[in-house]
């Protein structure tokens, strides 16, 4: 896999794109005082509407805007189509592959994925066994991390099926670029992704328990003081449902309901924004304080949905990633259409060793870490940090997997010294229910330090509107 830098923007030589140049002829005519207030105004805007993030580990209530670019990220239709139909393939086998483990465990039987990867897993939940959910549907909303690298070859970095974040940005990145700049969207057929909210909503009322006509949905949040509570809140309050905390349910009968002003209204449907862990003390955390004593009981009783399900988590952990594509070969009986990153195993003693003489080249993760947290970027640390991080590894090797270091594909971003190209990737998302759908297009995130390659947002990462265009 080459690791040459692919510019979204410009082919080699410098020639633009043909999906880019009307952009780039407004672009050329704009003077850049215009971009610089324009930024302001969407900075001022976005704060206005409280549109920040907290960030854990820092001062109590320290809150931050996630830096907004104004250039877009654009797609041309057929690569959309294409990324497309590789993200359906991917979500239906994973929704397969959940549906296995908690019930018959073929694949692990079959001998394709080691059976101890699975059920030791520190995200399989024995408690979901045997559990019938409704349609089969594990994963309802699954955010899916795409990079381009080498010569503009897609690759999935990672799955996300826990409780995905980041859609609201895409969103609001989008009415944002509508307000500040009108003109480009009579220049370009983009396709809409207001109507997501929507979307949404009518795909969780398709998975409500067998007979309830008309379902009762709400979100369930851990409060103001987590991290995504503004897209907790914006979220529910365009699908128009309400958002509850845990102390806002509880079970009766193995039914849950909602404490309203006119009396408990039974709930047919749970967006639940809150892990695994924390989410019935009874049966996981009994320290916690932010779920819903008895909903597994009710859960196991088929009489409430839970959106995603109990146990998702083993689907995205990062020791199983390596497998997804012999999963589709299993399940769907087809060639993956879209390519993992290779990866090492290191609970694997060849690929340890190797990944050991070559810490300083690779790119090394915690397979339950997330955020940009708990991993090392080789070429950009010091002696002493790879030296500190071999002793984790050495001490834990089954705990980390290793990836090359990808040359992710770049983006003009406008930064305080100018337009100047920055590292981006992609999560759409991507929703089952009866059928599986997605909006055209999503969250693109931007590495906004010179070189970096670390895109989150808890590490200084912005995000950028993403266009796909519909001829």
Known sequence: MSTDGYNEMYANGGALR?????????????????????????????????????????????????????????????????????????????????????????ILRAGRIPADQVLNNAQFRKEMMGIDVPAGIYAHIAGVDIVRAGAGESYVLED?????????????????????????????MIAPVQH?????LENLRTVAPKGVANPTVVLLTPGAYNSAYFEHTFLAQQMGIELVEGRDLFVSNEQVFMRTTQGPRQVD??????????????????????????????????????????????????????YVPEMIRFYLGEEPLLNNVPTWMLRKPDDLRYVLDHLSELVVKEVHGAGGYGMLVGPASTRAEIEAFR???????????????LALSSCPTFVETGIAPRHIDLRPFVLSGKRVGMVPGGLTRVALREGSLVVNSSQGGGTKDTWVLEN
């Open 269 to 322: 449907v749970i967006y639940r924004r809150i892990d695994d862990d924390f989410l019935d003390p009874l049966v996981f955390n009994r320290d916690s304080m932010l779920g819903v004593p008895g909903l597994l009981a009710a859960y196991r009783a088929g009489h409430v949905t839970l959106a995603n399900a109990i146990g998702t988590g083993v689907a995205d952990d990062k020791s199983i990633y390596p």
């Open 160 to 188: 996300n099926l826990r409780v995905p974040s980041g859609v609201s940005y895409m969103i609001e990145d989008r009415k944002m670029m509508m307000r500040l700049f009108p003109e480009l969207f009579s220049r370009h």
């Open 391 to 405: 002793a984790r590894i050495v001490a834990t090797p089954e705990k980390y997997i290793a990836q090359p270091t």
């Open 196 to 200: 997501y909210p929507d979307m949404l």
């Open 18 to 106: 043909p999906h880019y140049e009307a952009f780039a002829e407004w672009l050329a005519n704009t003077p850049v005082e215009r971009l610089v207030r324009k930024r302001a105004e969407a900075d001022t805007a976005f704060r206005r509407v409280g549109i920040t993030f907290a960030v854990y580990g820092e001062e109590a209530g320290t809150e931050r805007l996630i830096p907004f670019d104004v250039i877009p990220r654009i797609i041309p239709a057929a690569e959309w189509q294409a990324l497309e139909a590789g993200l359906h393939q991917r979500v239906r086998t994973l929704n397969a592959f959940l549906h296995d483990i908690y019930h018959d465990q073929e």
